[in-house]
């Protein structure tokens, strides 16, 4: 359904304590460098239970503004500005956008049929408009009376653990709770900055026409295609595909079986993509609140055997990312290998255009649905739609041990897709948007 959001107001949240001048200078790291230049999204959505006061929005923006600026003191880079080098960040206390609004429409109707590019009209910037604030807020409030609390952080700074990371600490200084965050701003330390200036433009940020639709795929679903891929010779020994392996295989397969005619041309080859967090792979493995961009993109290159049950792809992913092993990090920062390897392949995806890539990213097992303001948890999170083509977000389903894929692709091949009979026997087709 297409949403009418009327913007109320306009703030700047500055931080309750001001930054120390020892940590005014807060240096980007290698990785930071390299992430795509977009914002990360999120959308929170709150239902009132029917009290009184529970969702007064006065008392409840009152009580988001404060613990805003109380946590802003802890995640001090967040309330700076990114200098136009994109180097470093000027922790200067300049504070972060926070916005109200309106919104014509009942919050469980946008629950029960979202709409991943009307979920865009929830936040405070586009996705796409990088600027130099790092963090905006936006309060949204329905006729209903509930709330959704929409939240856009620059994927320059960080990915997407430290965004809820963050979240979750700022809920619990609303809340109350005693635990007072202690995130480690070290990223630069473990992967010193580099020049990039000879980079590609980062991303597949397109104008072309986009749409993007959240696809629901059920436990039992995807446990038959864990056992589907497990019983080929490739899983001979090894332990079943995981969850994020069977799906990027079957999800590519289908896109592939679909679009193959369009892009089938002897130069050019397939490429998936995979960001891989790097935390529990460095020596000794960094905790979840180590902020920053702590992820390294693999490429796996299909082979493309006719005869292989999803080309072998779930097998092949699990052995490109086996190679992201704690050697391969302690390397990383050393020379330009990483760099050359990013210019390389993008160079080929987005200017010789011999590569047709396709990315996943995945956040499952993430704390998606642990931020408690005061007022419960969200019944539901969603992730608006990016510019980005061949594009697939994993999130998993609050209840029930499915997954939510947010499948990003040009119009007239998401019309190939969805309308693919292998592809829709294997949607949630009540929960398909």
């Known amino acids: 359904m297409k949403l009418e959001v009327a913007i109320t107001s306009k703030e700047i949240i500055k931080p309750s304590s001001p930054t120390p001048n020892h940590l005014r200078h807060y240096q980007l790291s290698f990785l930071d460098q390299v992430a795509p230049i977009v914002y990360n999204p999120l959308v929170l959505f709150y239902s009132s239970d029917g009290t009184t006061d529970q969702f007064n929005t006065t008392t409840i923006s009152n009580q988001l503004k404060k613990s805003l600026s109380h946590v802003l003191t802890h995640f001090y880079p967040l309330a700076g500005r990114i200098n136009n080098t994109k180097s470093f960040i000027d922790c200067n206390d300049e504070g972060i956008s926070y916005l109200e609004a309106k919104v014509k429409s009942k919050l469980m109707d946008i629950i029960h049929k979202p709409a991943p590019r009307e979920l865009n009209h929830l936040l405070p910037f586009q996705l796409d408009d990088i600027t130099d604030v790092p963090f905006g807020v936006q309060l949204n409030v329905f006729d209903c009376g509930g709330i959704a609390i929409g939240a856009c952080l620059s994927h320059q700074i960080a990915d997407g653990l430290s965004f809820f990371t963050f979240l979750n600490n700022w809920a619990a200084i609303a809340s109350e709770q005693a635990v007072l965050p202690k995130p480690q701003f070290v990223s630069a ?26 696809f629901v795929f059920n436990a ?36 592939v079986a679909v679009t193959r005619d369009e892009y089938s041309c002897p130069q050019r080859r397939y490429v998936v993509v995979h960001a891989v967090n790097l935390r529990p792979k460095m020596e000794p493995s960094l905790p979840p609140d180590s902020f920053g961009n702590y992820f390294r993109f693999i490429m796996t290159i299909p082979t493309l055997n006719a005869g292989e049950e999803c080309y072998g792809l779930a097998k092949q992913i ?12 302690r390397k990383l920062p050393e020379g330009n290998e990483h760099l050359d390897f990013l210019k390389d392949n993008w160079d080929r995806v987005l200017v010789k255009e011999e590569l047709v890539s396709f990315s996943f990213t995945s956040w499952c097992r993430f704390p998606v649905y642990d931020a408690d303001f005061g007022w419960g948890k969200p019944i539901w999170v969603g992730t608006p739609a990016f510019n980005l083509r061949n594009l697939v977000v994993f999130v998993d389903s609050k209840f029930g041990g499915g997954i939510e894929a947010y499948v990003s692709l040009k119009v007239e091949d998401m ?12 949607v949630d087709k009540e929960r398909t948007y």
């Open 220 to 255: 039992s679903v995807i446990e038959n295609l864990r056992a589907r891929y497990a019983d080929t010779p490739d899983f001979k020994n090894e332990k079943f595909p995981t969850r994020v392996e069977a799906l990027s295989a079957f999800i590519w397969s289908r896109y």
């Open 318 to 329: 699990r052995n490109e990312i086996k190679k992201i092993d704690k050697e391969y990090v």
């Open 189 to 214: 330390k473990h992967f010193p900055p580099k020049n990039v200036s000879v980079l590609y433009p980062q991303g597949d940020i397109t104008k072309q026409n986009i749409i993007c639709k959240m």
């Open 415 to 426: 019309a190939k897709f969805e309308a693919d009979e292998e592809f829709l026997a294997c």
